[in-house]
Every structure is written in structure tokens, then in C-alpha cells.
């Protein structure tokens, strides 16, 4: 488990509109990379490149190469349905499945990748899972209990668990602690620098202090104005984005001057 993902001159469109341009980029495994930007400047919608849910607006499309482990995930002949199964997405707003039990939700995407496992195998992955989540010793008695009565911060770890439940390659999460509280954040936190021992994670993240501590490199994405496209200015160690930047805007962004 674990991909490298280089990414290639892309251009990132919703029909007309250019919102990403020729961002070239290498995402290494076993690491954290965290996209940071104002407000605006394409970190979503770049990320929803990397497992080919962009296209599934009308009229959005890319130009250029995203590849993981040197396969070009928008290749002729690639189901991009197979791309999301080995590159999970956790969102901004926790979406457990209300009706679905805490043990369902973290076994809806392998029910829909339709691999059939045995009723033990489910209990040992949904546990092996929620583990991985963080979330085990929390729930192990309520399994069955719907996964709408978690707390907040429960229930993006429940996504979490979701995600991983399908064995991925690489975890992209949008920023997954906006909604939460100081002490939800910090468990997930913990929980992401526990994720880059299996995965790739690339985060975005609004929270400059949560990019500093939770990444390895750092991305930073701006825009020249509204209506243009967001661009990436500065791509480094994380440690050096915040301490030494190359760039101008980089430093400005970083020490708050803007954004
Ligand atoms: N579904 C969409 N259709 C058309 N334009 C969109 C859509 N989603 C985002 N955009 C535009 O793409 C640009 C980048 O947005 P977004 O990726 O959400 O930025 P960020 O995540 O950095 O705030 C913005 O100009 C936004 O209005
Ligand atoms: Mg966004």
C-alpha cells in the first residue's frame, strides 16, 4: 500500500472556465502532503483530480497526467471507479449514511465494490478498520447502533474508517477538520500522522498551524485575481515553507499578510 503520485502540466476545467493551471507536482508515499491557499485558488478542485472525481461534474475535464506508481490514472481504458477504490476521499462535512448502522457504514464501499466476504471476515475488517480509525475502543459496543449518533468528531473518524475499509493506496481528505472542535482536531491529527505509515494522505487544510504539524511538504496555491486561475507557487518540506519560504507570496501567506 502506498503510491507515489506524480503529477503532470495539468489544467483543471469546469467547461470554459480554466480553475487549476499546469500544476506539475510528485506526492511521495508514506507521507503527508498538505495543499494550502486562499480561499478560492483550486486546492478542492485539484485534489478531486487525483481520484477522477472532478470529472463527474458536467462539462469539468483535465489536461495533462496524474500518475500513481508511473500508471496514468486518466489512461485510455482505466475505470476511473477502479482509480476511487484505491484513492479514498474523506470531506469536509463528516456523511456517515443516517440510516446505516456505525458497522455498515464502515463496510458501505466494500459492499459496493461488491467483494463478497463472509460474515466473520466483515466483523474482522470492520474492526480492523475502525482501529485504523481510531475510533475501535469507542464503538466496539455499539456496532449496530446508527452511525448519525456519533459525535462530530466520531463520525468523520467513521469516514476515515470508511475509507480505509477498501485497502487504499492513498487517503485525499478536504479539509476534515473545519467542522470539528479543538479536541476532535487534534484526534484526527493523531490519527493522519498514524495514516502516512500505511498510506499516501494529502490534505488540504485552511489551518496554517494544522499544515505545519500534521505535514512533511507543503503545497501552496494562489490566485492572481477572481476569474483567474489558481496556480502552484511554492512546493516544499513543510519545515522550510514556514520557516524559510522561496517565494514572495509564499511568505507573505504563511506569516498571515493575506488570505
Ligand atoms: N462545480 C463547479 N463548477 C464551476 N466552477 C467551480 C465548481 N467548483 C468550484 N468552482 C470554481 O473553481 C475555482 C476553485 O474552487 P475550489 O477548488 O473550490 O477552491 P478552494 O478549494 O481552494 O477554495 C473557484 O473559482 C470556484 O468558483
Ligand atoms: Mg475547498
Known sequence: MSKRIDIKDLNVYYGDFLAVQDVSLRIEPRSVTAFIGPSGCGKSTFLRTLNRMH??????????SVLMDGDDLY????????????VGMVFQRANPFPTMSIKENVLAGVKLNDRRISASAANELAERALRGANLWEEVKDRLDKPGSGLSGG???????????AVQPEVILMDEPCSALDPISTLAIEDLINDLKNDYT???VTHNMQQAARVSDRTAFFNIAGTGKPGRLIEYNDTDKMFSRPEVQATEDYVSGRFG
Do not use: K, M, T, W
Not at 55 to 64: D, F, L, M, N, T
Not at 75 to 86: A, F, K, L
Not at 154 to 164: E, G
Open 55 to 64: 470529472e463527474v461534474i458536467p462539462g469539468a475535464r483535465v489536461e495533462g
Open 75 to 86: 489512461g485510455p481504458g482505466v475505470d476511473p471507479v477502479n482509480v476511487r477504490r484505491q
Open 154 to 164: 466520531q463520525q468523520q473518524r467513521l469516514c476515515i474508517a470508511r475509507a480505509i
Open 201 to 203: 494522505v494529502v490534505i
